[in-house]
């Protein structure tokens, strides 16, 4: 086997482990719907969800949902609520961590370009664009186009 199917066979590989990881987080919050501590486990998810996990708490809501439909109200606001402190407390990491972080940016170089981005931001131009992405980035079933596994792999030969 050559160094380049090795490097092939490497990225495929890498690829296939990380589709299954989200497929297995995936069928763990379906299930975790079906659970007795089904809110509080909501609650969580949600609440991880917002800072840090990949997987959206829309695949515990719906199921929820139909499974018990005059709660839905209680459903959506426990969602709600574990969002809001979720993305509260990755601000307030972002806060407490923005010294040392600043002290990585410094160690490569990086400073002037993250000063240049922040005045960049600061006016109305920047501030519209961030809106946008942001306004985007909240449609997370958007139907984007991924090309198959298999035309990936092939599209990289040599």
């Known amino acids: 086997m050559t160094t380049v199917d ?7 590989l890498r690829i296939v482990h990380f589709k299954f990881m989200l497929k297995k ?7 975790l719907a079906r659970h007795k501590f089904s809110k509080p486990l909501l609650g969580f998810v949600a609440f991880i969800e917002s800072f840090f996990f990949p997987v959206p708490p829309d695949l515990m809501i719906v199921p929820m949902v139909v499974a018990k439909r005059e709660d839905y109200l209680k459903i959506f606001l426990i969602a709600t609520t574990g969002s809001v402190l979720g993305g509260l407390f990755g601000y307030m990491l972002g806060v407490f961590f923005l010294d040392a972080s600043m002290v990585i940016i410094e160690f490569y170089g990086y400073e002037e370009k993250v000063f240049e981005m922040q005045d960049k931001m600061s006016t109305k131009g920047g501030f519209l664009a961030w809106l946008g992405i942001m306004f985007l980035a909240g449609f997370t079933p958007l ?13 990289r030969e040599i």
Request: with cysteine; net charge positive; hydrophobic share 35%.
């Open 6 to 12: 090795k490097i092939k066979l490497a990225r495929y």
């Open 25 to 31: 987080l995936y069928d763990r919050c379906v299930e």
């Open 143 to 155: 139907k984007m186009h991924r090309p198959k596994l298999e035309q990936i792999i092939l599209s």
